[in-house]
């Protein structure tokens, strides 16, 4: 992949920087690393002391990378470098924030790809972004881009929604060639499947509500507090006109009505708080995530 980068770049006249990332890795990779730096003085390398997943490997890439133009592709050689020309000059030469590749054509088998198409179609109408790939690892970003939008948890598939969310509105695709795979084991099963959705839910969320909690909890909260307290209110009066007029009625306690308001007004009142919360925790300082490099070569 190194050598098929390079010899892309060379022949387009591009300045270029290789970011290889070990994300603590036991198969020698390190090594490997280590020894394509002597070959080839456009690589850089970063060792993570454990495990993160690709989130945290990209949250580290994009810190450190200079380049006004950041491409990110996956080692197994099914992202070809050949594409490298066409997304710089996306971004360069037509002013876009964010380029998605879209393997129009796949080789992988219908138990992956049925389920991104019904990943895809979910992030399209939940984000309003109308990409064909939001999973491809081929993108292109303009340095602005990977230097503003923080990427956490499996939030590397929403990276163009985060970019979205931050005002970097101009974000298109380019259909990209899909290689069969050589090379590695595929990671894909249905827990990433599950956990991509639920985190397309959270992203939702927090794209709205997220810098004002209050808005969400809040107005739920005062709803089922006001809904609980004039049903109570109408029950109370409705046993005082009752009681003065000598009309037989059963007990407060005895209507289901009543037991309905009491438990929407401590709803409402939990809501609330949670609201109450949210803000306070959103006013405090961010925490930062702690990725731990054990070395770095190349810097």
């Given at each position: 992949?190194v050598s098929w980068i390079d010899?892309?770049?060379?022949?387009?006249?591009?300045?270029t920087?290789?970011?290889?990332?070990?994300d603590?890795?036991?198969?020698?990779?390190?090594?490997?690393?280590?020894q394509l730096?002597t070959?080839?003085?456009?690589?850089?390398?970063?060792?993570?002391?454990?495990?993160?997943?690709?989130?945290g490997a990209?949250?580290?890439?994009?810190?450190?990378a200079?380049?006004e133009v950041?491409i990110t592709?996956d080692a197994d050689?099914?992202?070809?470098p050949d594409e490298?020309?066409?997304?710089?000059?996306?971004?360069?030469d037509e002013?876009?924030d964010?380029?998605?590749?879209?393997?129009?054509?796949r080789?992988?088998p219908i138990?992956?790809t049925?389920?991104?198409k019904?990943f895809?179609w979910?992030?399209?109408?939940?984000s309003g972004?109308y990409?064909h790939?939001f999973?491809c690892g081929l993108k292109?970003?303009?340095k602005?881009?990977?230097?503003t939008?923080e990427?956490?948890g499996?939030?590397?598939?929403?990276?163009p929604?985060l970019?979205?969310?931050?005002g970097f509105t101009k974000?298109g695709?380019?259909?990209v060639?899909?290689?069969?795979?050589k090379?590695?084991?595929?990671k894909?099963?249905?827990?990433?499947?599950?956990?991509?959705f639920l985190d397309?839910?959270?992203?939702a969320f927090t794209?709205k509500?997220?810098?004002?909690?209050?808005?969400f909890f809040g107005a739920?909260?005062v709803?089922m507090?006001?809904?609980?307290f004039?049903?109570?209110?109408?029950?109370?009066?409705a046993?005082?006109?009752?009681l003065m007029?000598e009309?037989?009625?059963?007990?407060?306690?005895w209507d289901?009505?009543f037991?309905?308001?009491l438990?929407?007004?401590?709803?409402g009142?939990q809501?609330f708080?949670t609201g109450?919360i949210?803000?306070l925790?959103?006013k405090?300082?961010r925490?930062?995530?702690d990725?731990?490099?054990?070395?770095?070569?190349?810097?």
């Amino acid at each position: 992949m190194v050598s098929w980068i390079d010899r892309v770049v060379k022949a387009e006249g591009l300045s270029t920087e290789v970011m290889l990332i070990d994300d603590g890795s036991t198969d020698g990779s390190w090594n490997v690393i280590e020894q394509l730096q002597t070959e080839f003085p456009i690589v850089k390398g970063i060792k993570f002391q454990r495990n993160y997943g690709k989130s945290g490997a990209l949250n580290r890439g994009f810190k450190y990378a200079t380049g006004e133009v950041v491409i990110t592709m996956d080692a197994d050689l099914q992202d070809s470098p050949d594409e490298i020309p066409g997304l710089v000059s996306r971004i360069r030469d037509e002013g876009y924030d964010v380029i998605s590749g879209w393997k129009k054509k796949r080789y992988d088998p219908i138990t992956k790809t049925l389920p991104t198409k019904l990943f895809n179609w979910a992030t399209r109408k939940f984000s309003g972004i109308y990409l064909h790939d939001f999973n491809c690892g081929l993108k292109a970003y303009k340095k602005e881009v990977v230097k503003t939008v923080e990427i956490y948890g499996e939030m590397h598939r929403y990276i163009p929604v985060l970019a979205k969310n931050e005002g970097f509105t101009k974000i298109g695709e380019q259909v990209v060639q899909h290689r069969a795979r050589k090379y590695g084991v595929s990671k894909f099963g249905l827990e990433r499947f599950l956990n991509g959705f639920l985190d397309l839910l959270t992203l939702a969320f927090t794209s709205k509500f997220g810098k004002k909690p209050m808005h969400f909890f809040g107005a739920f909260g005062v709803l089922m507090f006001v809904f609980g307290f004039f049903l109570t209110l109408y029950l109370g009066g409705a046993k005082l006109y009752c009681l003065m007029n000598e009309i037989p009625r059963q007990r407060i306690t005895w209507d289901p009505w009543f037991y309905i308001a009491l438990v929407s007004m401590l709803l409402g009142t939990q809501f609330f708080l949670t609201g109450f919360i949210g803000e306070l925790i959103v006013k405090g300082q961010r925490a930062n995530h702690d990725y731990r490099i054990s070395e770095k070569v190349g810097f």
